[in-house]
């Protein structure tokens, strides 16, 4: 869950700690965490240059809006209303007798047109020109954003907000734009929405602080499509399930007393890996470090502790359930195994700062604890 990731992100000298992370690893994890992102090998050159995801991001929107320049914008049917003196669409009499139209020989009309100037172009721009204004981004990546703009010149600028991307009507005609809205949705979660939520100092969030956040989602959702992508219903594994969802209290159904259950805390689980008879519910945690240090003594963060072992007594599954939590590293690598109560426990890291290849095989080899 990202609840508990904030209090150790928010630590001001964690960000040296992100940076130790090759912007390559991160070009992968995106490659898995946003779909319809592929792995272009010709752009390892230009990447190197970059200092922040928010690089990555502008480099995929230059690309994808230059490939809409040359195909054209995806125009629609939008609703039109003025006082003309050429009759079109519908009148509405009404109005036209209110705003004294026929006075002056013209009439209130009512009518579709079919424009460029729709939702889907104006969340585009809106994001290309919000991107431009954060100074942390790549000098040469705002330019390049800055010199795109006026293509968008019949398409309004919009304020966006969570709804404009309440969208699941995805079409043969539209299809294209759905990996482009993606990207400006992740965009505007992590650097453009307003975050109610102060830092310790009572201010809003810098950009360095909605970084840091954003790496821990970014690791988070990676883990979860790489099982997705990797071994879902393949081969051997068949059947391999990947999946997450909220587990209730195994509350005692014979116990009267009704009051106070609606505040019992809400499990959501990050990853839940499922073959055959076992499941292992991983939650993936994002901190500076990994062990806390009381009266000089290294132990584990009890409350990372309780929360996976209350998963995994919650859990409903009718079989072998083991509990993980996974830690993103960048220079500590630990490899713990507990049986609790006859149900197993793995801590374990996944250095971010080594070979893409390295960690691919460490994310597979998890894979095992269920299936041998």
Request: charged residues 30%; aromatic residues 14%; hydrophobic residues 35%.
């Amino acid at each position: 869950m990202m609840e508990d990731k904030e209090e150790a992100i928010n630590n001001p000298n964690f960000q040296k700690h992100i940076h130790k992370i090759p912007i390559s690893n991160i070009y992968y994890m995106l490659s898995y965490a946003l779909d319809f992102l592929e792995i272009d090998e010709d752009f390892k050159i230009e990447y190197k240059d970059f200092r922040y995801t928010i690089d990555l991001y502008a480099h995929f929107l230059l690309k994808e809006v230059n490939v809409l320049l040359k195909r054209g914008f995806l125009k629609g049917y939008e609703a039109m209303s003025e006082s003309t003196a050429h009759i079109k669409g519908k009148i509405n009499i009404n109005k036209s007798i209110k705003r004294q139209s026929l006075r002056n020989k013209k009439l209130y009309c009512e009518y579709d047109e079919f424009v460029e100037d729709i939702l889907f172009n104006r969340v585009i721009k809106s994001t290309i020109i919000s991107l431009t204004k954060i100074k942390e981004l790549n000098i040469k990546k705002k330019e390049d954003l800055q010199r795109i703009i006026p293509y968008f010149n019949l398409v309004s600028n919009i304020n966006i907000n969570n709804h404009d991307f309440d969208y699941s009507s995805w079409n043969r005609n539209n299809y294209h734009y759905k990996w482009i809205i993606e990207l400006c949705k992740w965009i505007f979660r992590n650097y453009i929405l307003p975050d109610d939520r102060e830092n310790e100092d009572g201010v809003a969030k810098t950009f360095t602080e909605k970084h840091k956040n954003e790496i821990a989602k970014l690791f988070e959702k990676f883990v979860f499509k790489f099982y997705e992508r990797e071994f879902k219903d393949l081969g051997e594994l068949k059947g391999f399930k990947v999946h997450n969802q909220r587990i209730k209290w195994d509350l005692n159904l014979n116990y009267d007393e009704e009051r106070g259950k609606e505040y019992l805390p809400t499990m959501v689980t990050d990853i839940i890996l499922e073959h055959e008879n076992k499941q292992l519910i991983i939650d993936t945690k994002f901190y500076k470090n990994i062990l806390d240090t009381n009266y000089k003594k290294k132990t584990l963060k009890s409350s990372h502790l309780y929360q996976i072992y209350s998963y995994i007594n919650n859990s409903k599954f009718n079989g072998e359930i083991s509990g993980m939590l996974l830690y993103a590293s960048f220079d500590e690598d630990i490899n713990y195994q507990y049986k609790i109560q006859d149900k197993i426990i793995h801590i374990k890291s996944l250095n971010l700062n080594q070979e893409w290849e390295k960690i691919d095989e460490d994310l597979r080899e998890i894979v095992k604890c269920i299936t041998f």
